[in-house]
């Protein structure tokens, strides 16, 4: 018999947000890890809010937002916002009942501030490597270090003298601006928009954009990223990074990069820190910092294999985690998101080796 159209007003459901979400659904494990990591932080954020006052918005539910934010590659908090009024999914995960009102998009940028001075990223960062440790993920002996341009969200256009002075617009939303025949560079120019911005390019052949560098560097065993950072896109800054990054790791590891960090200099860092520069040779016009006592060893050219999948963290990090173009402006700020985005990318391999064993 042909069922009835009709559709009554249902004052009430009897059926609760948790029976709802399937008990096979891919983010109920990583509910679970968020949690825990959240649990862990929470001394940190009672620092960071005042005693009195009128209660705030949950830190951990605007971090659990943001995760869905990037884990669905939402473009902006207002569609995040949007999607919480009436996806039972994201408000089980944020951790709404059905009733509950959703806040204004603002919430994020007057809270980001406030997570950005307590170093939240970083810390959720770490405690889900410290998760990945405890389930025996990660290599204590093997890691590989790379970095990439992200374009920041700054035009061309805004890329002016320093000491010249900025014209009126003829159209405030779109300004003719001729810069053909000028010779730009970061010594005499800078963002209007991003002065942290700098102009690079990724190689030659390619063209030159406004942008910033994010570094990673990742385990050899899973591919997982145990640590990150954000500079400023100049021409050292990424053997530099590595430098810094390295001093975490244990004396005797192996360290893989491209020919891009084939220098004495940086050689000679990773050395004086004994750990074994597996580094890709740069034989093009000039002579290899690396030479036959590390490439006669067979973990070399393992190493070597081994190092190209820093490039699916890269791709997972631009393709869905919202980092082709950072939304955010200046060094801290995108710092801070790409480190919780590489967090998130973390959450989800995890989920994946564990439901894979």
């Given at each position: 018999?042909?069922?009835?159209?009709?559709?009554?007003?249902?004052?009430?459901?009897?059926?609760?947000?948790?029976?709802?979400?399937?008990?096979?659904?891919?983010?109920?494990?990583?509910?679970?890890?968020?949690?825990?990591?959240?649990?862990?932080?929470?001394?940190?954020?009672?620092?960071?809010?005042?005693?009195?006052?009128?209660?705030?918005?949950?830190?951990?539910?605007?971090?659990?937002?943001?995760?869905?934010?990037?884990?669905?590659?939402?473009?902006?908090?207002?569609?995040?916002?949007?999607?919480?009024?009436?996806?039972?999914?994201?408000?089980?995960?944020?951790?709404?009942?059905?009733?509950?009102?959703?806040?204004?998009?603002?919430?994020?940028?007057?809270?980001?501030?406030?997570?950005?001075?307590?170093?939240?990223?970083?810390?959720?960062?770490?405690?889900?490597?410290?998760?990945?440790?405890?389930?025996?993920?990660?290599?204590?002996?093997?890691?590989?270090?790379?970095?990439?341009?992200?374009?920041?969200?700054?035009?061309?256009?805004?890329?002016?003298?320093?000491?010249?002075?900025?014209?009126?617009?003829?159209?405030?939303?779109?300004?003719?601006?001729?810069?053909?025949?000028?010779?730009?560079?970061?010594?005499?120019?800078?963002?209007?928009?991003?002065?942290?911005?700098?102009?690079?390019?990724?190689?030659?052949?390619?063209?030159?954009?406004?942008?910033?560098?994010?570094?990673?560097?990742?385990?050899?065993?899973?591919?997982?990223?145990?640590?990150?950072?954000?500079?400023?896109?100049?021409?050292?800054?990424?053997?530099?990074?590595?430098?810094?990054?390295?001093?975490?790791?244990?004396?005797?590891?192996?360290?893989?990069?491209?020919?891009?960090?084939?220098?004495?200099?940086?050689?000679?860092?990773?050395?004086?820190?004994?750990?074994t520069p597996h580094v890709a040779q740069n034989t093009t016009n000039r002579r290899s910092a690396i030479d036959e006592r590390t490439t006669r060893h067979p973990g070399y050219e393992v190493s070597q294999q081994k190092r190209?999948?820093?490039?699916?963290?890269?791709?997972?990090?631009?393709?869905?985690?919202?980092?082709?173009?950072?939304?955010?402006?200046g060094v801290r700020r995108v710092g801070w998101m790409f480190t919780f985005a590489l967090a998130v990318y973390n959450l989800v391999r995890i989920r994946t080796l564990t439901c894979a064993a």
């Amino acid at each position: 018999m042909r069922g009835d159209d009709r559709q009554p007003e249902v004052l009430f459901s009897y059926i609760r947000l948790e029976e709802r979400v399937p008990v096979d659904h891919p983010l109920r494990p990583i509910r679970e890890m968020v949690d825990t990591v959240l649990r862990e932080l929470s001394p940190e954020f009672a620092r960071l809010y005042p005693k009195v006052g009128r209660p705030s918005i949950p830190p951990e539910k605007l971090l659990r937002a943001l995760l869905l934010q990037i884990l669905y590659s939402i473009r902006s908090e207002r569609q995040l916002i949007e999607q919480l009024e009436y996806n039972l999914l994201f408000r089980w995960f944020v951790g709404l009942n059905m009733d509950d009102a959703i806040w204004d998009a603002t919430v994020f940028t007057k809270n980001r501030d406030r997570l950005l001075a307590g170093d939240i990223a970083r810390a959720f960062f770490e405690r889900v490597v410290a998760q990945a440790q405890r389930r025996h993920l990660l290599s204590a002996e093997h890691f590989t270090v790379d970095g990439t341009l992200i374009e920041a969200w700054a035009g061309l256009k805004s890329f002016r003298r320093k000491d010249a002075p900025v014209p009126p617009p003829d159209d405030p939303g779109n300004p003719t601006v001729d810069f053909h025949g000028e010779r730009r560079s970061n010594a005499t120019h800078a963002s209007t928009t991003d002065p942290e911005a700098r102009l690079a390019r990724k190689s030659r052949g390619h063209e030159a954009q406004l942008a910033y560098q994010g570094h990673v560097l990742m385990e050899n065993r899973h591919g997982l990223a145990v640590d990150t950072c954000v500079t400023q896109a100049m021409g050292t800054t990424e053997r530099e990074a590595a430098v810094a990054m390295a001093r975490n790791l244990p004396a005797g590891a192996t360290l893989g990069a491209d020919k891009g960090y084939d220098t004495a200099g940086f050689v000679a860092a990773l050395r004086e820190q004994q750990i074994t520069p597996h580094v890709a040779q740069n034989t093009t016009n000039r002579r290899s910092a690396i030479d036959e006592r590390t490439t006669r060893h067979p973990g070399y050219e393992v190493s070597q294999q081994k190092r190209k999948r820093v490039e699916e963290i890269f791709g997972w990090a631009k393709t869905i985690g919202l980092f082709r173009q950072t939304r955010h402006r200046g060094v801290r700020r995108v710092g801070w998101m790409f480190t919780f985005a590489l967090a998130v990318y973390n959450l989800v391999r995890i989920r994946t080796l564990t439901c894979a064993a």
